[in-house]
């Protein structure tokens, strides 16, 4: 019988059928972060449980810690030196692998994972984290979880899941010069609104998903959550098996070509049938930007924010209106129009060594504009090492980046640093919503490149204007 890539590895860990679509699936790795998985960690030692396979279970330093040179254990987070240091005793009580500030290998969680193969082909990951859906990108079933969720994984490696439906969406033709990754899923979110994936397990497939590296897909199914999908999935192939070799993390010599074999029987029989698919045109698809405050109000770069009068569903005219009274911004403005005061180049959707080189090119010779305040965060300490061996980070604080050490930083607003009340700016993280970056912030997602164009600028800016003039 033809089954679905997300079929055979339903198949593969399924410990038992439970009530209707609902199955007990086995957990290989679980992943956690000093933000909820110390609640997680500290609980299970409440109960007087033990993590099952500690082996199998990591943990990164990632969301409260600053990013700010010289940093420690102090954070601008409320009580987020609290979440550092119970998330550290607790690591190590349970005797799992930490990825703490000091470590070489610190980073964000959904950046650690890849580069040191501990996410492989086949295997289940979950953590609690939304963008968890990121790590499909290499051909697992990774998606995010609940802190109680996570407790009952780290103490019985399995999980109650509800069994999604099955949906595929396909890019096909080419991409336009300065059109990426972060701008096919903005793109799509735009077109089929955010809850378009609601109840999916989404695989992207097509000629442009197989020219995409590695990293670009990572981007890609970061934001399949965006999308309201269970997770996102891709098949692994040359390139996946490529990316993976020689991580610390990957089975390794005869183990490895066994590993392979196995691999390459991970993909959607021809005459597997999803339940729903989806055709985008590559195109038709320009540097995306969004306008207001869902990662659905996403328009090409050289459009106008819409009028929600001419918006036939009630529901979504209102919530346009009031997006538009909280991004200040009125139908007809032209994006290009729009003046910033704010760049953000980072989080687990664009903060790998390809994004920042993307970025570094345009930045290279030219200024970040007056009054525009601009902080680059690399994903991990290995990216932010190779993109100083590769001289980046002299390229972007010539141009008047803050260049900071590795975390997600400004992705999310929990007290601490912030871009400041009602500013506008433009970021390559993946959620635009009310307050996300900052008091009333006012935040336009957008992929690297047209970060670093508006940064140079000074407003929402088209990529395409400054390589007119290289």
């Known amino acids: 019988m033809s089954q679905t890539l997300f079929e055979k590895l339903w198949q593969r860990h399924l410990v038992s059928e439970l009530d209707g679509d609902t199955g007990l699936l086995y957990i290989d790795r679980v992943f956690l972060h000093e933000r909820t998985g110390s609640i997680a960690l500290k609980s299970l030692e409440s109960d007087g449980r033990q993590v099952k396979r500690p082996d199998q279970v990591f943990c990164a330093m990632d969301h409260i810690v ?100 099955t949906m595929r969406v396909r890019f096909d033709g080419k991409l336009a010069d300065g059109v990426t990754a972060k701008d096919m899923i903005l793109h799509l979110i735009g077109s089929y609104g955010a809850a378009g994936g609601s109840g999916y397990v989404i695989e992207f497939a097509g000629a442009v998903i197989t020219e995409l590296d590695i990293e670009a897909r990572l981007t890609l199914c970061n934001m399949a959550v965006e999308f309201s999908a269970f997770t996102g999935l891709i098949a692994p192939d040359s390139k996946t098996f490529a990316y993976l070799q020689g991580r610390p993390y990957v089975p390794a010599g005869e183990a490895w070509g066994q590993a392979v074999a196995d691999w390459q029987t991970l993909y959607s029989d021809e005459q597997a049938e999803f339940d729903r698919e989806i055709v985008v045109d590559c195109t038709e698809i320009a540097p995306t930007v969004t306008w207001g405050t869902s990662p659905e109000h996403a328009l090409a770069i050289t459009a106008s924010v819409p009028d929600p009068g001419g918006e036939a569903d009630v529901h979504r005219s209102q919530a346009m209106t009031k997006a538009l009274t909280y991004m200040g911004l009125k139908p007809g403005d032209k994006l290009t129009e729009l003046a910033i005061t704010g760049a953000f180049i980072g989080s687990c ?100 490149a047209t970060v670093a164009a508006s940064a140079v600028l000074g407003r929402l800016a088209d990529v395409r204007e400054l390589e007119k003039r290289i």
């Open 66 to 165: 600053d990013t700010l040179p010289g940093r420690n254990d102090e954070t601008l987070v409320p009580s987020g030196k609290n979440f550092i240091q119970t998330t550290r005793q607790a690591a190590h009580a349970a005797e799992i692998q930490l990825f703490d500030i000091d470590d070489p290998r610190q980073g964000i969680v959904h950046v650690v994972s890849p580069e040191q193969g501990i996410v492989q082909p086949g295997l289940t990951l979950v953590c609690p984290d939304s963008h968890t859906c990121s790590q499909g990108a290499l051909g697992a079933l990774a998606w995010g979880i609940g802190s109680s969720e996570a407790e009952h994984a780290l103490a019985t490696k399995t999980l109650r899941v509800n069994k999604p439906k």
């Open 349 to 448: 959707t664009n903060s790998r060594i390809s994004d920042l080189r993307v970025a570094a090119n345009i930045l290279k010779g030219r200024q970040v504009a007056e009054g525009v305040t601009a902080i680059c965060v690399p994903g991990s300490s290995l990216v932010k090492r190779q993109a100083e061996a590769e001289g980046l980070d002299s390229v972007f604080k010539a141009a008047g980046f803050e260049w900071r050490e590795s975390g997600c930083s400004m992705c999310f607003f929990a007290g601490g640093e912030s871009f400041g009340y009602r500013e506008r700016v433009v970021t390559s993280t993946n959620r635009n919503f009310e307050s996300r970056q900052g008091p009333e912030t006012r935040s336009h997602l957008a992929s690297p």
